[in-house]
């Protein structure tokens, strides 16, 4: 049964001295320490310097090389430090709702501080030498707060129903009228003076004024895997199943937004390998032997959940940074009859159960009894054949039965795309293919 073990990275950076910048470039040059969603960004700097005398209701300059959209990248959301004599004095956030975005200015000290410390020379020093090591260990202080999206910029106010919420992990705040204020929110949640409404933003040439659906568990999916890196890891994993023995890779992200990709190796005097996860791994994966069931195992689904549950309680720690994607993270199998992966599509899952050692033998026996019944063995040679549909629906249905996890989705993971596997009311196996 593979054990998990999660690596926390914490330090703190503060020093008040600001990063000499110029405000006034009409040109976006990313600054951030982490990967942003630069489309938006240039947009609605555009939009604040086209309207900037309606819009500027505070003090200040943004300094829009520093905007940060928290981890998204579907056009919807950016904070961006508003710096005034050398010092951060208020932070300017812009959600999106459809064609329109909405500028909020905040001046949490926490929202403030955030920023500050980007600028440290500290950091900065860290951001010229492209030192990742230390820069990995940046933590920042963050909450998850709501934003509200307008329906429209006549009626902003949340208690109207008129609109929708949207969730972020961001710098450490919580704006009780934040949402429903569309100018200036004080550092306790007053909104200090009225706003606007909202700016039109251009989508798609202007034929589609909604915003882009947030990405599907099979598109999530497919940007796992089919990276070249991915993709190179299964074949070297599928020219191992003939061990042994267990194999393994871990992939992550650096600071710089390249991936990382570790062999895995065996625990000691065991033929299973050890899987580790760490806040910047996105996947990892490993093969199943000959003589293994050519599916993920009680103990993978073990893992798997633990690794989610982990990185939810990583995300709730203000401290931590940056916030782990949950749906994001890949746990894929490699065997000699087909290769899985498990996704998760949700917002949060809970525990599974903390087995007894006869429990987890009891799992086990039944994980056999019902994977049994798609295995075949031959009368003279005595080789093992699996029915591979009938074996994926078995399977669900132990899962269904035994070890359920909310959120937990699995696909047949091919060269030519992944398949969703399910079962249907009646309990047949439903395959729906990913574009």
């Not at 926390?8 to 969603?37: A, V």
């Not at 630069?38 to 500027?56: A, C, G, L, S, T």
């Not at 003076?193 to 568990?217: K, L, M, R, W």
């Amino acid at each position: 049964m593979p054990m998990i073990l999660f690596t926390l990275f914490h330090s703190c950076i503060h020093d008040e001295t600001l990063i000499t910048s110029n405000p006034n470039s009409k040109e976006y040059i990313n600054k951030s320490l982490w990967k942003e969603d630069e489309k938006y960004i240039k947009n609605v700097m555009k939009i604040y310097q086209d309207n900037e005398p309606e819009i500027k209701k505070s003090n200040g300059t943004p300094y829009w090389n520093y905007a940060t959209t928290i981890d998204r990248f579907n056009e919807s959301f950016l904070m961006v430090p508003v710096v005034e004599n050398g010092k951060v004095v208020s932070v300017l956030q812009v959600p999106r709702h459809q064609d329109k975005v909405y500028f909020i200015y905040t001046s949490s000290d926490d929202d403030i501080s955030f920023f500050q410390n980007l600028f440290s020379s500290k950091l900065k020093k860290i951001m010229d030498t492209k030192m990742s090591d230390e820069a990995s260990k940046l933590t920042c202080t963050t909450k998850v707060y709501s934003v509200w999206y307008p329906d429209n910029e006549s009626n902003p106010d949340p208690s109207s129903g008129s609109g929708h919420w949207g969730t972020y992990h961001v710098t450490n705040c919580t704006f009780s009228q934040a949402e429903a204020c569309l100018g200036v929110v004080g550092p306790n949640g007053e909104c200090l003076e009225g706003g606007g409404g909202g700016y039109n933003y251009p989508i798609g040439g202007g034929s589609n004024n909604n915003p882009p659906d947030p990405p599907n568990p099979c598109d999530k999916l497919k940007t796992q895997t089919s990276n070249i890196t991915f993709k190179n890891s299964i074949t070297s994993l599928e020219g191992k199943t003939n061990d042994s023995y267990e194999s393994g890779y871990r992939i992550g992200t650096n600071s710089d937004g390249t991936l990382q990709n570790q062999l895995l190796q065996n625990k000691p005097g065991t033929q299973q390998v050890d899987l580790k996860a760490f806040s910047n791994t996105i996947t990892l994966m490993h093969s199943h032997y000959d003589g293994l069931y050519p599916m993920f195992s009680p103990g993978d689904i073990i893992f798997f959940n633990q690794w989610i549950v982990w990185a939810q309680n990583w995300n709730s720690v203000p401290k931590n940074m940056p916030k782990i994607p949950l749906n994001n993270l890949t746990f894929t199998l490699v065997t000699s009859n087909g290769n899985y992966s498990f996704s998760f599509d949700g917002t949060s899952t809970t525990p599974l159960p903390n087995y007894t050692e006869q429990e987890l033998v009891d799992l086990d026996n039944k994980y056999i009894q019902m994977l049994d019944n798609a295995k075949t063995i031959a009368n003279v040679s005595g080789s093992v054949s699996y029915n591979m549909e009938k074996l994926e629906k078995q399977f669900l249905k132990f899962m269904g039965d035994k070890m359920n996890m909310s959120g937990l989705k699995l696909f047949r993971t091919a060269n030519g795309g992944n398949t969703e596997l399910s079962l249907n009311t009646n309990g047949t196996l439903k395959q729906t293919n990913c574009p």
